[in-house]
Structure formats: structure tokens, C-alpha cells
């Protein structure tokens, strides 16, 4: 007989670290009504043979905090489990080996400085006397993060588990999921070989079995397994027990100490995926058959770095698989297709370093329905159509692997499984030089080369100014001046339809969306926090029907959002149309005179003014103009059928021809988007941002008395001093901004920038970020008084700081 229970209101599904740790967070947090079932023993799937290295620095700040919540868990664990975790905070150590790495860890290095942590810059000799095992004659330079650290992952996952019981929550062992009930689009239960467990929630934390066991609901997890090889050696003379972890990123590899010998592991640049995952068959505490033809390059690397490699004897070959994810990042949230189903899993082979926080923020996830701050990093709901097929997901994740210690070069670009999702004009766009990027899994123009002028049609990647420089300032000052044509097609584009369409979506959208059919509206979607969930444009097209339109990365996100928020038993259907439609944003001072011939519509400022939207006939094509600008110029995104993409386009560059008409891309939106101080969701806004702090409360209609989901928080702010600002700052044109450059104000650091770019029309290089005083609060003066620099790789230089638009303040020219 089975002691299974026959109801849990929450089960999590995976005994390793993340499911433990997840376990042990909602324990803490009361909840003691929870299950935790594990196919075999705890730990037995990936985490026992996981090599626990502990770093905490990522590209995102938040991301870094959750790491460095880890690191504070740790160092508690072990007294109060009473269980040993193998923790230890003997500090981390980077190498840099040749110029151009040295920039990005001096990069890095500002990174850390902006998020609060101390990496400290080393020479070769002092990098050395830390690692004396280590030969440091190509090395130029070393970072060096004292509080990270290495943790046994068996004995730490063990104590959160102990830890979870001791909170009340009940772990079984040796329960395997056979099947998920899914009614009305929520979870029922979970049905296993010992028996049905009703729960109210279910936490997939099952590392590489997730995708199996998400597919029994039809919840996607784009994960896939990789084989990832180590090994442990015998006692090496020398060793000692404080050894920092140790990351050779030029070698592909890394190193901890571990009982008086060593690890050694890496990242091979040809990974080999492991395919063999399967639910009905165990694999408990097992390894894949060793590789060592295809090790043997990295042990070479290895045995060149420390050259005790080269006589110390091999206790140990480790080939375990481990869950990778197509773009590097690990899963977490509620996933978009039932509610009430959590995942945490694709942890990229550094779980260990996560676990703790991951848990964490997880348990918050699901007790509370919304994370503890902005995760979209590695929110569920960044993923797309594309990430459907495991094949393709294999194939991006294979790249992904073998970049894990390639240069992190700005502006780089996947390679793998293109082109997938692709516009009309793709064909026509590449003749002409584009030069393609790839956001879910839309091909999109980044630029254009000048290929008969002899320019290359490829990026160039380094961490000065890339090839394409000129190229983007041409776009950029024809979009100023002349006219431009961007293919747009990716945006993600809804259709809100039914009798309460208006009275939803007033209750969902901070701004004044309840206008007059044919009216178009800038708008913020908020939490209950007042942060903001979604930044779109809505158009009103019919009484009863809204078109909305928002970023290519946030299909899936802001779907999600919309169509949980709309309120119960209200006649309101949410459909996405973005394949059915292409758009052509036509931008730039002419681009009326472009357009008109190609239409009987009156496109006057009096008769088609700004944040209007109709219906016309343009070159033959059924399509609704949206008079609207990201760019600040005067301008029209033109929403098109697609099967008359293609026509339209070749009207308009043969109109177009007679004004100057030229392609722009994506890198061109940005310089300008950047000069006119249009925010960005996902860089200068998102969850943790309300309007207010983000300088966006002009579109709020707080002065009214519409309630809307959000608009308590947003009282409640804008009745004390504000946290922080947004702002810019410009600086000389030589400085290369690309984001996370630490603010200082008056010599005392107030934040970090969320962007960086160029603006070629004021010639100087532009960023945004937060002036930050939580204590005290910030307002206009306190931001506008100090004298300011930005740390640009560890280096200080001059800014100044604006919180108008840099370019045309008055809004004059989109009024044209």
C-alpha cells in the first residue's frame, strides 16, 4: 500500500537542488500542504554529479542578486539543517589571456561595481599567488570575486531537503509521474504509478526529464540534454583547501579543489547532445560512456594551464548530461499554457549557483503568483513559436553550449537554425545588403551594407565600434532628414475583440484606452506592484475591438499577461494575429510625400493627425495605418496583409526613390529611439519600474477615477519621494556605451545604465539609467544638481545628464 497522499495543494515534481530548494522555500514561507516526489533518490538525476561552483556575476542585475541570494543561503545552511553542505566561500578567479578578453573582464568588472559586488582586477603574478598550481606566462590579466565559492551539490541539495521536512513539507522517493490532468486550462492533478494527487499547483523541477513531463500537460520546455565531461584527480602536491574555483575561459575550462586534488571540466566549442532521455526508463546515479577522444583537446588546454595535470593520476572520468537551453539562460515561471503549472529546470550546468535563489524565487512564484522582482531573463514566457520543435531547440542549445566561454562580444548574433521565420521581403532585403539579425526566430534586418561600395555584409564583432557604425548613421540620417523604410513584420500583434472589450481593457491598461474608434494609444500594462508588465501601442478600430501591437521578444509574455487580466465572466475574446500581418514602418520627414500618391487617404496633419489609426487602401493593399513614431519623426507604421507585403514595399522604395527613400534596420531604430528617450521594455522598463520612476507617469490616467489594476501602488508611490529616476546621459563620442556602465554623481555611485548607444544626429554617445537614492528619494533637482561620469571598464569619464528627450523635446517633428 501506497503512503502517498491522495491530495497535495502544492506538488513539486524533481528531488534535485532546485526542487529541494524549492521545497524548503515554501516551507519557510508556512506552507506545509506540500509534496515533493522524486522518480529515484533525491539528487540522483543531475545534481550528485555536478561539479559546484558557485559564481555570481551575470549580465543582469537581478539575476546577480538571485546568485548572490544562493551565496547568503549557503553560508546559513549547514547550522541550521545541521547537515554539511561542502560550502564554501573561498572566492572565484577569471583569466584573461589576450587583449581583447581583458576588455570585456574590465567590463565585467564595471558590471559588478554597478550590482554591488567587489571584483577585484589582478596582474598575472598576483592572480598566481593565489593559484600557485597555475603557469600565468599568456596571461594578461585576472578578475577576482572573493565572495563566491564552491558547495558539495549532493550534501547542500540533502540539507534543503532536511531543511523542507523540517518546514513540513513531505518528500517521497521512488514515485514516478505517469500523466497531468489538465480541466479549464488549470492543473487538476498529477497522476503517478502509485497513485492520483490532486493539487491546486504542480512545480516541474524535473532537470532534463522537464520537457517530458511539461509535455503531459502540453506545456512547452524548450530544454535539451548535453553530455558535459569533467574529472576528478588524485592528491596533487600543493593543494590546499582554499583554492578559489578557477575559470580559464581562452582554455574552455574550469577548476575547484576538491579533497586535496582537483576538478577540471569545460566547454568543448563541437558539444555532443545527449537524445536518450526517457520517462519510463531509470536512470538513477548514472553516467554516460566516457569520451575521451573528444575530451582530450580540453585536457590538453588543461594540462598547459597547470602543468601538475600532466603527471597527476585520474580518480575520476565524469560524462553526465545535463539540461542546457537555447539561449543559455534557465526557465523559471508559470508557464503560459495551464495555470497553475511552475517550472524550474535548464539550468545550464550551473544549479548549484542558482539553486538557492532559484528555489527561492520560485516558492514566491507560487505562493504569491508573481516573482519577488523582475525575472524575464529567465521567465518561461520569453520563449516562441519557434521553440516548439526539439530539433531546432537541440540546435540553437548546441551553439549555446559551445559559446559558454567564447567572448561575449556586443551585438552578437546566433547562427544556428536560420533562417526560420521569415518576412516577405527577406529575399529582396538580403539583395540589398541587409545584414540579418534573429529575435524569436524572426529574421530581421539589423543594416545594410553599402556592398557595392565595397562594404561586407556581416558583423564584425569587437568591443570598439563595429563595421556597421557608418552604415547604421546613414539609416539614422535618413530617418532624420529623408525618409526610411524598416520591415517590421516581427511585431506581436493582437486582436481584442467582444461587447466588454472597452471595460477590460481599461481595467488592464494604465493609460486612457477608452477613446473613440479610429484613436491610438501609448499605454503601460501594470502588476499590483505598479511595475510594468507590458509597454504597447492600442489602437481602438471598431466599438468593440482593440488591434494592440508590442515588442517581437514579448509575444508570449504580453499574451500571457493580457489574457490573464482580463476579468472573470466578462465578453472578451484575446486572438493573435501577428503572422497574418506584416508592417512596414515608413519614418522620416518625407514620408508623407512617399505615401500620398499611393493613396486616396487624406494623410494631412488635419485630416490623419497623430495617434490616429484607419483603415485605407495603399498601392492596391487593404491596410490600417497607425500614425505613431518610435523614432520621433513624422511617420506611419503601415499594418498589411501579408500576402501584400511584398507589393507594398515595391511601391513605396519606387515613390520613394524621387525623396531618397533608403532601408533602415534594427540598429538604426535604436540610435534613434536612444536620441529621443523612448524607453525600451526589458532595459530601461519592466516589473521592478512603475511609470512614475520611469518618467512615463504623463501616460497614466491617475487624474481620473477609471480604477485599473495597479493604480493603488501608483498612489501610494506618488505620495512619498521617489526611489529613483530615470535619466540620460550623453558622453564623448569616443566612449562605447552598451549598458550596465556604473553612474557616479558628485563621486558617490547612484546606479548603472540600463542602455547604451550612439546618437549620430547629436553625435555623442547615449545612455539611460536610474539615479538611485532608496533612502532619502530622488526628484528633479536632486538629479539635475550633481556633476556626473560614467565607469566605462573600470575607467571614469565625464557625462552629462538630461531627463528631456535629447532630440527635438518639443515633439514637433512627429506633429508635422
Not at 198 to 220: D, P, Y
Not at 333 to 338: I, K, M, R, W
Not at 461 to 470: D, V
Amino acid at each position: 500500500m501506497s503512503d502517498l497522499p491522495s491530495s497535495a495543494k502544492i506538488v513539486v515534481i524533481g528531488g534535485g537542488i532546485v526542487g529541494c530548494s524549492t521545497a524548503y522555500h515554501l516551507g519557510k514561507m508556512g506552507l506545509t500542504d506540500v509534496l515533493l516526489i522524486e522518480r529515484g533518490k533525491l539528487t540522483s538525476g543531475s545534481t550528485w554529479h555536478a561539479a559546484g561552483l558557485v559564481g555570481q556575476l551575470r549580465s543582469s542585475a537581478n539575476i546577480t542578486q538571485l546568485l548572490g541570494y544562493s551565496v547568503a543561503l549557503y553560508d546559513r545552511l549547514e547550522a541550521e539543517t545541521g547537515l554539511a553542505t561542502g560550502w564554501k566561500r573561498n572566492g572565484g578567479l577569471r583569466l584573461a589571456c589576450n587583449a581583447e578578453r581583458w576588455v570585456e573582464v574590465k567590463r565585467q568588472a564595471t558590471t559588478a561595481k554597478s550590482f554591488g559586488l567587489d571584483m577585484q582586477l589582478l596582474t598575472p603574478r598576483e592572480a598566481q599567488d593565489l593559484w600557485p598550481l597555475m603557469q600565468v606566462d599568456d596571461v594578461v590579466g585576472a578578475a577576482f570575486l572573493p565572495t563566491d565559492g564552491q558547495a558539495s551539490p549532493s550534501d547542500i541539495a540533502m540539507s534543503l531537503a532536511k531543511g523542507a521536512r523540517q518546514g513540513g513539507v513531505t518528500i517521497r522517493e521512488g514515485v514516478s509521474v505517469t500523466g497531468i490532468e489538465v480541466e479549464g486550462g488549470a492543473v487538476r492533478a498529477v497522476a503517478t504509478d502509485q497513485g492520483r494527487v490532486a493539487c491546486e499547483k504542480l512545480v516541474i523541477c524535473a532537470g532534463q526529464w522537464s520537457r517530458q513531463i511539461g509535455a503531459l500537460a502540453g506545456v512547452n520546455i524548450p530544454l535539451v540534454s548535453m553530455q558535459h565531461q569533467s574529472l576528478i584527480t588524485e592528491r596533487i602536491d600543493g593543494m590546499t583547501s582554499g583554492l578559489p574555483t578557477l575559470r580559464d575561459p581562452d582554455r574552455l575550462t574550469y577548476w575547484k579543489e576538491e579533497v586535496g586534488g582537483l576538478v577540471m571540466g569545460g566547454y568543448e566549442p563541437n558539444p555532443k547532445p545527449w537524445t536518450e532521455t526517457k520517462l519510463d526508463e531509470p536512470f538513477e546515479f548514472q553516467l554516460l560512456d566516457n569520451d575521451l577522444e573528444h575530451f582530450e583537446p580540453l585536457l590538453e588546454l588543461a594540462a598547459g594551464r597547470v602543468p601538475a595535470m600532466q603527471t597527476a593520476g585520474i580518480r575520476q572520468f565524469i560524462n553526465g548530461p545535463e539540461s542546457f537551453t537555447p539561449d543559455g539562460n534557465f526557465i523559471l515561471g508559470e508557464a503560459p499554457e495551464v495555470r497553475g503549472i511552475f517550472v524550474g529546470a535548464g539550468f545550464n550546468a550551473f544549479g548549484i549557483a542558482a539553486g538557492g535563489g532559484a528555489g527561492m524565487a520560485l516558492a514566491e512564484w507560487v505562493a504569491k503568483g508573481a516573482p519577488p522582482y523582475d525575472l524575464w531573463p529567465v521567465d518561461i514566457r520569453r520563449f516562441g513559436r519557434n521553440h516548439l520543435d526539439t530539433g531546432w531547440v537541440r540546435t540553437r542549445t548546441m551553439e549555446a553550449y559551445a559559446k559558454h566561454y567564447t567572448m561575449a562580444w556586443p551585438h552578437e548574433e546566433h547562427t544556428s537554425g536560420r533562417p526560420l521565420r521569415r518576412s516577405p521581403l527577406y529575399d529582396r532585403l538580403k539583395a540589398q545588403g541587409a545584414v540579418f539579425g534573429e529575435k524569436l526566430g524572426w529574421e530581421r534586418p539589423n543594416w545594410f551594407a553599402d556592398v557595392a561600395a565595397g562594404e561586407e555584409a556581416r558583423d564584425l564583432l569587437s568591443y570598439g565600434r563595429q563595421n556597421w557604425f557608418a552604415a547604421v548613421g546613414r539609416e539614422h540620417q535618413a530617418a532624420r532628414e529623408r525618409v526610411a523604410v524598416f520591415d517590421q513584420i516581427s511585431f506581436a500583434k493582437f486582436m481584442i475583440k467582444g461587447r466588454d472589450a472597452v471595460q477590460a481593457l481599461s481595467w488592464i491598461a494604465a493609460g486612457d484606452v477608452a477613446k473613440a474608434p479610429g484613436r491610438l494609444v501609448y499605454t503601460q500594462m501594470l502588476n499590483a506592484r505598479g511595475g510594468i508588465e507590458c509597454d504597447l501601442t492600442v489602437a481602438r478600430v471598431a466599438d468593440d475591438e482593440y488591434y494592440v501591437v508590442t515588442g517581437t521578444g514579448f509575444a508570449t509574455h504580453d499574451f500571457d499577461w493580457i489574457a490573464r487580466s482580463i476579468p472573470a465572466g466578462q465578453d472578451v475574446r484575446l486572438i493573435d494575429v501577428t503572422s497574418s500581418y506584416g508592417v512596414l514602418a515608413v519614418m522620416g520627414p518625407r514620408s508623407r510625400d512617399v505615401l500620398s500618391p499611393l493613396t486616396s487617404a487624406d494623410l494631412s496633419n488635419g485630416g490623419f493627425p497623430f495617434g490616429t489609426a484607419r483603415r485605407i487602401t495603399l498601392a492596391g493593399a487593404p491596410t490600417l495605418a497607425l500614425r505613431v513614431t518610435y523614432v520621433g519623426e513624422l511617420g506611419w507604421e503601415l499594418h498589411i496583409p501579408t500576402e501584400f507585403v511584398a507589393t507594398v514595399y515595391d511601391a513605396l522604395m519606387v515613390e520613394g526613390a524621387k525623396h531618397g527613400i533608403a532601408n533602415a534596420g534594427y540598429r538604426a531604430i535604436e540610435s534613434l529611439r536612444l536620441e529621443k528617450g523612448y524607453r525600451a521594455w526589458g532595459a530601461e522598463i519592466g516589473p521592478d519600474h512603475s511609470p512614475l520612476v520611469a518618467g512615463l507617469g504623463w501616460a497614466v490616467k491617475l487624474k481620473s477615477n477609471v480604477p485599473f489594476q495597479g493604480r493603488e501602488a501608483l498612489v501610494q508611490q506618488a505620495a512619498k519621494p521617489l526611489p529613483r529616476l530615470l535619466a540620460g546621459f550623453t558622453a564623448d563620442p569616443s566612449v562605447v556605451l552598451l549598458g550596465r556602465e556604473t553612474i557616479y554623481r558628485n563621486g558617490a555611485r547612484v546606479g548603472w545604465l540600463a542602455s547604451g548607444g550612439f546618437g549620430y544626429t547629436l553625435g555623442r554617445s547615449i545612455g539611460y539609467g536610474y539615479v538611485r537614492r532608496p533612502e532619502q528619494g530622488v526628484d528633479q533637482d536632486f538629479v539635475l544638481s550633481g556633476t556626473y561620469e560614467l565607469e566605462v571598464a573600470t575607467e571614469r569619464v565625464p557625462a552629462e545628464v538630461t531627463l528631456q528627450p535629447l532630440y527635438d523635446p518639443e515633439n514637433a517633428r512627429i506633429r508635422l
